[in-house]
């Protein structure tokens, strides 16, 4: 994360550090490791908020899972968020449809 450039000068743990410094990095955290859960609408979404005010409106969330339908309980708990599923990881057309689906959302 550390070497990808997202902008010119700016990485993407750049910006995934926005909001939270002099914090712990919580924000990076992975997986079920506390505070986490496996209940990404009840851990990871209020912490990133709480972290970085932004509105849930404003959030694009994409997932992998094959096991459960996470995006599902995040548009369920956390109004507002846009999801969709990449149950074969993150693909040019997953990320254009969710980009479409956030649109027609919000537009």
Not at 2 to 9: A, F, K, S
Not at 36 to 63: C, I, Q
Request: proline share 5%; with cysteine.
């Amino acid at each position: 994360m550390g070497l990808l450039e997202v902008l010119p000068g700016v990485t993407m743990l750049d910006v995934l550090r926005m909001g939270w410094e002099g914090e712990d990095e919580v924000n990076l955290q992975i997986g079920r490791t506390a505070p986490l859960t496996s209940d990404k609408a009840r851990t990871h979404f209020p912490l990133l908020w709480e972290g970085t005010g932004v509105p849930y409106s404003e959030v694009l969330f994409f997932y992998d899972s094959l096991w459960s339908d996470h995006c599902e309980l995040v548009e369920r708990h956390c109004k507002g968020v846009v999801t969709t599923r990449t149950p074969t990881g993150l693909t040019d057309l997953n990320w254009m449809a969710g980009l479409e689906k956030f649109s027609k959302v919000y537009s």
